[in-house]
């Protein structure tokens, strides 16, 4: 069983940047792929970024070259660096993990989630 703990989201200005963190529980973290999906009021849940238990990076193309996930295995820790934010990218963003990276990046994520953290960019 993994606990997923989401930390960092605010309200910022377009252009700015913010942290989302996801802490978890469990032993096993570094033999777990971690992602992060977002959802907008009136959307549907969407994939943001996915990371594997070797570091391998995935994303969505709306946050390529603006968002950057990482992993701290000693600190149980994935991270979201979300740089230039837009006024689309305000969502409720969920951390996610599962044993199968593929089922991290799919359309329905892994089997954990987190509670979320509200990001909010204002124009």
């Known amino acids: 069983q993994v606990q997923l703990v989401e930390s960092g989201g605010g309200l910022v200005q377009a252009g700015g940047s913010l942290r989302l963190s996801c802490a978890a529980s469990?032993?096993?973290?570094?033999?777990?792929?971690m992602g992060w999906f977002r959802q907008a009021p009136g959307k549907e849940r969407e994939f943001v970024a996915a990371i594997s238990w070797t570091g391998g990076t995935y994303y969505a193309d709306s946050v390529k070259g603006r968002f950057t996930i990482s992993r701290d295995n000693a600190r149980n820790t994935v991270y979201l660096q979300m740089s230039r934010l837009k006024p689309e990218d305000t969502a409720v963003y969920y951390c996610?993990?599962?044993?199968?990276?593929?089922?991290?990046?799919?359309?329905?994520?892994?089997?954990?989630w987190g509670q979320g953290t509200q990001v909010t960019v204002s124009s």
């Open positions: 469990g032993r096993t973290f570094s033999s777990y792929a």
């Open positions: 996610t993990a599962d044993p199968s990276l593929i089922d991290v990046r799919g359309r329905n994520g892994g089997a954990y």
